[in-house]
């Protein structure tokens, strides 16, 4: 039996992780931790029983301590409350599956209480990369990454660890605009930045998706996960979802994962690595598919990977500015305040008037993130 926390277990990677539970009957849950959403948090505390229950807001997590009261299990609230379900003593591995730079110091903390680490807050690394490594390393604790193309990779490099990466290609599937130029992107709206071709997930990671923000903070993180430089990682949109991504090695051999777009798999293998186990759905039928097609990604209209690849480049505290820029600017996309095209300018009127720290320590990755939400607040 194998036990676990979820950090973020109401949103789309926890739901699925706790579907994956239910499929696989000897993964126990230790804690759950959610925002706000306490009526489907209660729903998964009655059916999964974990013995602690983190709510982000202490008024939500004051009402579900009253809506559980028949049931003898903790809640906790607030930053202290998500520190407690990552370092939980029953919990082998912990799936960081909350969205922002909230979930840095939870990660850190399950580090260093010896947790291995199921990934999928891509925030951690980008903007914390340079901490998060080195103290995984040294509590020899293992970082298993949830993002499908990061997953790919790595069972791509499963048995070949002797053997030069010479580069990635981190697979795209260019979102719900591909093909589209920037004169047609003025006026889109909400519904449409959300309806992505291939792939159920997230309202912040839908839109990251339209921008090719997500393909760069995945650039940045696979330069973490594998390490790598950011001259050996390729981007290659590949619009039927079904390469989630490739290594090329020396001699020039490429090895592939594929497979049907379905963020359980990844989830699957993260919790049982090195073991692979019966996933039930779909699978890839060759014959059907007929033909995988593959595109450069078009950087004059989607500044989103652009972007990103300068603030990798620059390095040090650019990465937070470029992730809280965003963060704070497609928040306020889907409020409806500002237009999809504004998203670049925010984040790029953000990293030219940063003032960048060489190399940030947690606290001043913090710092620089409230620094970027002022900023944003004052202008727009």
């Given at each position: 039996?194998?036990?676990?926390?979820?950090?973020?277990?109401?949103?789309?990677?926890?739901?699925?992780?706790?579907?994956?539970?239910?499929?696989?009957?000897?993964?126990?849950?230790?804690?759950?931790?959610?925002?706000?959403?306490?009526?489907?948090?209660?729903?998964?505390?009655?059916?999964f029983?974990?013995?602690?229950?983190a709510?982000?807001?202490?008024?939500?997590?004051?009402?579900?301590?009253?809506?559980?009261?028949?049931l003898?299990?903790?809640?906790?609230?607030?930053?202290?409350?998500?520190?407690?379900?990552?370092?939980?003593p029953?919990?082998?591995?912990?799936?960081?599956?909350?969205?922002?730079?909230?979930?840095?110091?939870?990660?850190?903390?399950?580090?260093?209480?010896?947790?291995?680490?199921?990934?999928?807050?891509?925030?951690?690394?980008?903007?914390?990369?340079?901490?998060?490594?080195?103290?995984?390393?040294?509590?020899?604790?293992?970082?298993?990454?949830?993002?499908?193309?990061?997953?790919?990779?790595?069972?791509?490099?499963?048995?070949?660890?002797?053997?030069?990466?010479?580069?990635?290609?981190?697979?795209?599937?260019?979102?719900?605009?591909?093909?589209?130029?920037?004169?047609?992107?003025?006026?889109?709206?909400?519904?449409?930045?959300?309806?992505?071709?291939?792939?159920?997930?997230?309202?912040?990671?839908?839109?990251?998706?339209a921008?090719?923000?997500?393909?760069?903070?995945?650039?940045?993180?696979?330069?973490?996960?594998?390490?790598?430089?950011?001259?050996?990682?390729?981007?290659?949109?590949?619009?039927?979802?079904?390469?989630?991504?490739?290594?090329?090695?020396?001699?020039?051999?490429?090895?592939?994962?594929?497979?049907?777009?379905?963020?359980?798999?990844?989830?699957?293998?993260?919790?049982?690595?090195?073991?692979?186990?019966?996933?039930?759905?779909?699978?890839?039928?060759f014959?059907k598919?007929g033909?995988?097609?593959?595109?450069?990604?078009?950087?004059?209209?989607?500044?989103?990977?652009?972007?990103?690849?300068?603030?990798?480049?620059?390095?040090?505290?650019?990465?937070?500015?470029?992730?809280a820029?965003?963060?704070?600017?497609?928040s306020?996309?889907?409020?409806?305040?500002?237009?999809?095209?504004?998203?670049?300018?925010?984040?790029?009127?953000?990293?030219?008037?940063?003032c960048?720290?060489?190399?940030p320590?947690?606290?001043?990755?913090?710092?620089?993130?409230?620094?970027?939400?002022?900023?944003?607040?004052?202008r727009?």
């Amino acid at each position: 039996m194998k036990t676990i926390s979820i950090l973020g277990s109401t949103g789309s990677i926890g739901t699925q992780t706790l579907e994956v539970v239910e499929e696989q009957k000897d993964l126990q849950v230790a804690a759950l931790a959610a925002g706000s959403n306490i009526a489907l948090l209660e729903r998964q505390i009655r059916k999964f029983h974990p013995s602690l229950a983190a709510v982000w807001d202490e008024k939500k997590a004051k009402e579900l301590r009253e809506n559980i009261k028949d049931l003898k299990l903790k809640v906790v609230s607030g930053m202290e409350g998500l520190l407690e379900a990552a370092t939980i003593p029953e919990a082998e591995i912990v799936v960081t599956a909350i969205v922002g730079m909230i979930g840095i110091r939870p990660t850190i903390a399950a580090i260093k209480a010896g947790k291995d680490i199921a990934l999928a807050n891509k925030e951690t690394l980008v903007t914390a990369g340079h901490l998060i490594m080195p103290l995984a390393k040294k509590n020899k604790v293992k970082i298993l990454p949830v993002d499908s193309e990061h997953s790919a990779v790595f069972q791509a490099l499963n048995g070949e660890k002797k053997n030069k990466i010479h580069k990635i290609l981190l697979t795209a599937s260019g979102g719900p605009f591909r093909g589209k130029k920037r004169k047609e992107l003025e006026a889109v709206g909400i519904e449409d930045a959300l309806r992505h071709p291939n792939w159920s997930m997230g309202h912040k990671i839908t839109i990251d998706s339209a921008t090719l923000v997500n393909k760069g903070l995945e650039v940045m993180e696979a330069r973490w996960l594998f390490d790598v430089e950011l001259d050996q990682i390729q981007v290659v949109v590949q619009p039927q979802s079904v390469i989630h991504s490739m290594v090329e090695f020396e001699d020039g051999g490429i090895i592939a994962q594929l497979g049907t777009p379905d963020m359980k798999l990844p989830i699957q293998y993260a919790l049982f690595y090195p073991e692979r186990r019966f996933l039930s759905g779909k699978r890839l039928d060759f014959a059907k598919l007929g033909q995988i097609t593959f595109e450069e990604p078009d950087e004059q209209t989607f500044l989103g990977l652009p972007l990103a690849i300068e603030a990798a480049q620059k390095g040090g505290s650019m990465p937070t500015v470029f992730n809280a820029a965003n963060e704070r600017a497609v928040s306020k996309f889907l409020e409806r305040k500002i237009s999809f095209l504004q998203i670049y300018d925010i984040i790029s009127k953000c990293m030219a008037v940063h003032c960048m720290i060489e190399n940030p320590d947690l606290d001043q990755i913090l710092e620089t993130e409230q620094q970027v939400y002022d900023y944003i607040e004052s202008r727009w």
